[in-house]
């Protein structure tokens, strides 16, 4: 039913709360028309009779598979009615357990190349369990208050993209904002930093690429976004969706997250179950200084909380991904990632394939 709903939604004509409601019942008057329709065909011929029993066959199993999906997402109340549960979910107290996470600590850099690989696959070992989790002391906070300063420093191009409609708007006022790579968002040091690819090696093998470089901007007074999927699964007949991680997406604050500046709620697990949202999930949302960073399954169910501060909230968004993979739904009026010879020059040459694919002078 989620492929439906994503379907019909996309557009903006219909609401998906909308369409969790009416779809069971469409679907169910569909087949009676099916089923009206094959009155002309005379069943009295063996042969006829065959195929009409294996087609009405073949639909109330879609039916009824399709029915089973969507109770799944609904809950008895006191009545004994069921009422669908709401996308947003925003009023159910949520099932919070703790984000996962690693820390690399203040003394990573003495930390003994063993010491490190073990950290990076117990970040790996938790990714694959829940989609989902933090890395503490990742980057510098000095390289951060240098990315957010430029950030700053680029305010009017921000609003001129959103303005001009190249920022993509994913939410009540907020945004997609591709960002220049000729200055600290392009350094080896933020899209090739050591401890996250240590992680990324173990999860997406040995040949990976940063497949897009963008702001997410949720300014204040923004609301929180329903849950989705940053993408679409491979294979979304595959009801458990076990398949290794191939797009990972890197989320990187500028400034802390905390409850009034919002963060990402997450459903840990999710990334491996084709079901939206299932009853009563458990949730987790971090809270993330300067220099930490979270990673997040391109296939998690997940959604960016209200910021009801008085300032924006700035986060990077690198996303890492297979080579043969491309994002083929949210770079249509925008670079994914451009790189000039000269900035692509200054990483090291063992992570240059990182980004040659996106050299564009």
Same mark, same amino acid.
């Given at each position: 039913?989620?492929?439906?709903?994503?379907?019909?939604?996309?557009?903006?004509?219909?609401?998906?709360?909308?369409?969790?409601?009416?779809?069971?019942?469409?679907?169910a008057?569909?087949?009676?028309?099916?089923?009206?329709?094959?009155?002309?065909?005379?069943?009295?011929?063996?042969?006829?009779?065959?195929?009409?029993?294996?087609?009405?066959?073949?639909?109330?199993?879609?039916?009824?598979?399709?029915?089973?999906?969507?109770?799944?997402?609904?809950?008895?109340?006191?009545?004994?009615?069921?009422?669908?549960?709401?996308?947003?979910?925003?009023?159910?107290?949520?099932?919070?357990?703790?984000?996962?996470?690693?820390?690399?600590?203040?003394?990573?850099?003495?930390?003994?190349?063993e010491?490190?690989?073990?950290?990076a696959?117990?970040?790996?070992?938790?990714?694959?369990?829940?989609?989902?989790?933090?890395?503490?002391?990742?980057?510098?906070?000095?390289?951060?208050?240098?990315?957010?300063?430029?950030?700053v420093?680029?305010?009017?191009?921000?609003?001129?993209?959103?303005? =001009?409609? +190249? #920022?993509?708007? $994913?939410?009540h006022?907020? *945004?997609?904002?591709?960002?220049?790579? &000729?200055g600290?968002?392009?350094?080896?040091?933020?899209?090739?930093?050591?401890?996250?690819?240590?992680?990324?090696?173990?999860?997406?093998?040995?040949?990976?690429?940063?497949?897009?470089?963008?702001?997410?901007?949720?300014?204040?007074?923004?609301?929180?976004?329903?849950?989705?999927?940053?993408?679409?699964?491979?294979?979304?007949?595959?009801?458990?969706?076990?398949?290794?991680?191939?797009?990972?997406?890197?989320?990187?604050?500028?400034?802390?997250?905390?409850?009034?500046?919002?963060?990402?709620?997450?459903?840990?697990?999710?990334?491996?179950?084709?079901?939206?949202?299932?009853?009563?999930?458990?949730?987790?949302?971090?809270?993330?200084?300067?220099?930490?960073?979270?990673?997040?399954?391109?296939?998690?169910?997940?959604?960016?909380?209200a910021?009801? =501060?008085? +300032? #924006?909230?700035? $986060?990077?968004?690198?996303? *890492?991904?297979?080579?043969?993979?491309? &994002?083929?739904?949210?770079?249509?009026?925008?670079?994914?990632?451009?790189m000039?010879?000269?900035?692509?020059?200054?990483?090291?040459?063992?992570?240059?394939?990182?980004?040659?694919?996106?050299?564009?002078?």
């Open positions: 039913m989620a492929g439906y709903i994503r379907a019909l939604a996309a557009d903006g004509a219909y609401d998906p709360q909308d369409l969790r409601r009416i779809l069971p019942a469409t679907a008057f569909g087949i009676l028309k099916y089923a009206t329709d094959m009155a002309p065909y005379d069943i009295t011929y063996p042969d006829t009779a065959d195929a009409v029993r294996d087609a009405f066959s073949r639909r109330f199993k879609d039916l009824t598979q399709f029915l089973d999906i969507a109770a799944t997402k609904r809950k008895p109340d006191q009545a004994g009615q069921h009422e669908m549960k709401a996308a947003s979910m925003e009023n159910i107290a949520p099932n919070t357990v703790a984000f996962p996470e690693i820390s690399y600590g203040d003394d990573a850099p003495s930390a003994s190349p010491q490190m690989s073990e950290l696959r117990t970040g790996a070992d938790l990714f694959r369990e829940n989609g989902t989790f933090v890395i503490r002391n990742c980057l510098s906070p000095d390289l951060i208050h240098r990315a957010f300063r430029a950030f420093d680029g305010t009017d191009s921000q609003i001129a993209d959103i303005k =001009s409609g +190249r #920022a993509l708007t $994913v939410g006022r907020r *945004y997609m904002i591709s960002v220049p790579t &000729d600290v968002f392009g350094s080896s040091q933020l899209l090739a930093a050591p401890r996250l690819l240590a992680v990324l090696d173990d999860l997406l093998g040995d040949q990976f690429v940063l497949g897009s470089l963008t702001s997410v901007l949720a300014l204040q007074g923004s609301d929180a976004q329903r849950w989705h999927r940053d993408n679409d699964p491979l294979f979304p007949e595959d009801p458990d969706m076990e398949m290794p991680p191939f797009s990972i997406a890197v989320l990187i604050p500028l400034v802390p997250l905390d409850a009034e500046i919002g963060a990402t709620e997450t459903i840990p697990g999710s990334h491996r179950d084709a079901l939206d949202i299932r009853q009563d999930p458990p949730f987790a949302r971090p809270d993330i200084v300067v220099g930490d960073c979270y990673l997040m399954d391109s296939r998690l169910m997940h959604r960016g909380m910021n009801t =501060s008085t +300032r #924006a909230r700035p $986060v990077l968004s690198l996303v *890492y991904q297979r080579a043969w993979y491309r &994002d083929y739904q949210n770079f249509t009026d925008q670079p994914a990632l451009q000039s010879h000269d900035t692509a020059d200054k990483f090291p040459q063992d992570r240059r394939d990182l980004i040659s694919w996106a050299i564009t002078a």
